[in-house]
C-alpha cells in the first residue's frame, strides 16, 4: 500500500521560500497515469489544491498559487516537492500530499503543520 510521509520545516519566515518534501513508498512515481498532488489547508478554511505533477514530471498548477509555486520531484528517491515563495501569515496551514488518479479516490499523507510568522 501506497505510503506519503510530509517533511520540512515547520516554521517560515514572511518573504521566505517554504519548502516541503513528499517521500512516497509502496509506489513510484514514475507509475502511469498517476499524478502527486500537494493541497493545503489553512485554520478554518477548506481545502486547496496546490498543484501536481504526473508520471513523466509534466506539471499543473492552481492559478491563484502557478506564480509562486513550484513543485519538482526526485526520482532516485521517489520523491516530490513543493517550493512557495514570498510567503506570508496567510499561508500558514496544514500541508498535505497526494497520490490522485482520475475516477479514484486519493491517496494522502498524514499532513504537516507550517506557521508562517516572524
Known amino acids: 500500500q501506497v505510503q506519503l510521509q510530509e517533511s520540512g520545516p515547520g516554521l517560515v519566515k514572511p518573504s521566505q521560500t517554504l519548502s516541503l518534501t513528499c517521500t512516497v513508498s509502496?509506489?513510484?512515481?514514475?507509475?502511469?497515469?498517476?499524478?502527486w498532488s500537494w493541497i493545503r489547508q489553512p485554520p478554518g478554511k477548506g481545502l486547496e489544491w496546490m498543484g501536481a505533477?504526473?508520471?513523466?514530471?509534466?506539471?499543473y498548477y492552481s492559478p491563484s498559487l502557478e506564480s509562486r509555486t513550484s513543485i519538482s520531484r526526485d526520482t532516485s528517491k521517489n520523491q516530490f516537492t513543493l517550493q512557495l515563495s514570498s510567503v506570508t501569515p496567510e499561508d500558514t496551514a496544514v500541508y498535505y500530499c497526494?497520490?490522485?488518479?482520475?475516477?479514484?479516490?486519493?491517496?494522502w499523507g498524514q499532513g504537516i503543520q507550517v506557521t508562517v510568522s516572524s
Open positions: 505533477i504526473g508520471d513523466s514530471g509534466g506539471t
Open positions: 509502496g509506489d513510484s512515481i514514475t507509475t502511469n497515469y498517476y499524478y
Open positions: 497526494a497520490r490522485e488518479r482520475i475516477g479514484f479516490g486519493p491517496s
